[in-house]
């Protein structure tokens, strides 16, 4: 959104990080036990960190992309519990031999 005033245009751009820093910033987030433990679930069951799945759901949530490439091993941690997943399936609910994850 353009910026008028040139006040608030230098207030904006002093308030902006270095070209340097890093494009992350951290966020204390209070969330009820049961949606946190929900989010927590989901993130186990799709192999990826609690930031991650976070960061997926605000995004999905407000319909937008970040531009940043995703990364590679959370998605084949992903891959890997959804195959996990369809083998527990296939073998009748029961747990099957777990996929040996390759570094």
Do not use: N
């Not at 799709?46 to 960061?55: D, E, K, N, Q």
């Not at 084949?76 to 009748?92: H, K, N, P, S, T």
Request: no cysteine.
């Amino acid at each position: 959104m353009p910026v008028d005033d040139p006040a608030e245009a230098a207030r904006a751009v002093g308030q902006l990080p270095p070209p340097s820093a890093p494009h992350v910033v951290i966020r204390p987030l209070r969330l009820p036990f049961d949606l946190d433990a929900t989010v927590r679930a989901l993130a186990e069951q799709r192999g990826v960190s609690i930031s991650a799945m976070y960061r997926d759901l605000i995004t999905a949530g407000l319909g937008v992309t970040t531009g940043a490439a995703p990364d590679p091993v959370a998605e084949l941690r992903g891959i890997q519990a959804a195959a996990q997943r369809a083998l527990d399936r296939l073998a009748g609910g029961g747990t099957t031999t777990p996929l040996r994850v390759v570094k």
